[in-house]
């Protein structure tokens, strides 16, 4: 069974068609510059990227000749083959938390959003209708990118302005990049084997947002209304003082419209650096000796390092960090700044493991040390744990002011049977280290802990 997997932008169309259930990639590509001088196309197919130009007048226009490549690459015998598109949305506001079949009233809602995401929603609209007309037999879906953020709470998704705001304007926190938390939250959850976790997951791309996730639900994001919000990125300065706002469009005497350009399109590394909204650039800016890249940079960094320490408070501790996108995956550069930043809750980057892009890895200590940790832990808690009652014997032989002394002593124990664990597994987890206790010592000692 074939099933297409489509993303629309605004001047673009990207796909990937897939062999179900298997999941393998059949064909894969991207139609660029839609309605613009100059557009094209590439697709790739066994291992082989073919480059085509030609003339994109519209969305549409592009789906015919993608139907046309999959016929003539033999991915299709008939179009009847294809049995289901999925569309990523970038808007779904609080109408959707799921993915959802993209019947005519879903279409009406996705494009009355619009305002809140208009470069994404109306160019999701099209590629739908586009999809509808030249594929009528497929199933078409819709996957939201604010979906996964819909478990987020009141408390967290409003903003503290007046309540009838969010009542009559929709004015709230809706997220973004949900499907990549979603995905990369649950591949770590299987690489931690168990889905009780408190995950941090930081989707670092020239659009940038962090999320809280915890037990496998998304509790805080850092994107909001709109994309503008949160992290510092390419071109969006993110949080910043709302009067900065006003204040600068009287002094610039500019429209609202024109802000939102400055905001969006000029700020973030850009703004800063005065060169490049790309954190490539920023980085060779860095190596020669330019200030205002290395400012920039410093700047980025120092917003991922505040959001994940504000969400480490708000999950009550983490087990895992995730890096995914353009940046998380290949600037070795961001990614040690940022966990050299987290080093007092802990995190130890491992050097070595980090030298790396576009792959996956673990790139600190704990886990491989968490892993010996039980069996060398459980070793040593063996041996104090007889230490202990040996005490406790010569306590019963000695009398009263002896334990007092004794005690003190199980209470020193203890503690450095703690201090000795966190040193080892390298976390401050209290709830995995009297785990440890519980198993070995028992719930005298783990009484004793708490």
Not at 72 to 78: P, T
Not at 147 to 171: G, M, R, S
Not at 292 to 303: D, P, T, V
Not at 309 to 323: M, N, P, Q, T
Request: hydrophobic share 40%.
């Amino acid at each position: 069974m074939v099933v297409l997997s489509v993303n629309a932008g605004s001047s673009s169309l990207k796909f990937k068609a897939y062999d179900m259930p298997e999941e393998t990639v059949l064909i894969s590509g991207v139609f660029e510059r839609i309605g613009m001088k100059d557009s094209f196309y590439t697709i790739k197919i066994n291992g082989e990227k073919i480059r085509k130009e030609e003339d994109l007048n519209n969305h549409e226009k592009a789906f015919e000749i993608l139907m046309e490549e999959l016929l003539e690459n033999k991915i299709v015998d008939s179009l009847d083959d294809i049995k289901a598109i999925g569309h990523r949305i970038v808007q779904g506001g609080s109408y959707f938390d799921k993915t959802e079949e993209m019947t005519e009233e879903n279409i009406k809602k996705v494009k009355e959003l619009s305002s809140l995401a208009p470069l994404h929603n109306p160019a999701a609209v099209k590629g739908i209708k586009a999809a509808i007309n030249v594929v009528p037999n497929a199933l078409q879906t819709g996957a939201f990118d604010t979906a996964f953020h819909q478990t987020i709470e009141e408390e967290n998704y409003l903003y503290p302005v007046p309540y009838e705001w969010c009542e009559k304007y929709q004015v709230r926190k809706y997220g973004a990049h949900g499907t990549s938390h979603k995905y990369v939250s649950s591949r770590m959850n299987e690489i931690l084997g168990r889905y009780n976790t408190k995950l941090i997951t930081c989707h670092i791309g020239n659009g940038a947002s962090i999320s809280a996730i915890k037990d496998g639900v998304c509790i805080n994001t850092s994107m909001g209304l709109t994309p503008n919000a949160g992290l510092m990125m390419g071109s969006r300065c993110g949080d910043m003082d709302a009067t900065v706002v006003t204040y600068m469009m009287r002094s610039l005497e500019c429209t609202p419209e024109e802000m939102d350009t400055i905001l969006n399109k000029q700020s973030g590394l850009l703004g800063i650096s005065g060169i490049s909204s790309d954190s490539r650039d920023i980085e060779d800016g860095m190596k020669i000796g330019n200030q205002r890249c290395a400012l920039a940079q410093k700047m980025f960094a120092r917003k991922i390092i505040d959001h994940i320490a504000k969400y480490y408070v708000e999950l009550g501790g983490c087990d895992g960090i995730v890096f995914t996108a353009g940046i998380g995956e290949n600037s070795i550069h961001t990614r040690r700044e940022v966990l050299d930043g987290l080093s007092v809750l802990g995190v130890k980057i491992d050097e070595e493991a980090n030298d790396c892009r576009g792959i996956e890895r673990l790139i600190t200590g704990y886990f491989i040390a968490s892993r010996a940790a039980t069996r060398i832990a459980c070793s040593v808690a063996t041996i104090l744990a007889g230490l202990i009652a040996a005490l406790l014997k010569i306590t019963v032989r000695k009398g009263k002011k002896i334990q007092v002394v004794t005690a003190c002593t199980l209470a020193f124990v203890i503690e450095v049977v703690h201090m000795l664990l966190v040193y080892i597994t390298n976390t401050n987890d209290l709830e995995f280290v009297i785990g440890i206790y519980r198993k070995v010592v028992g719930p005298m000692i783990v009484a004793n802990v708490v």
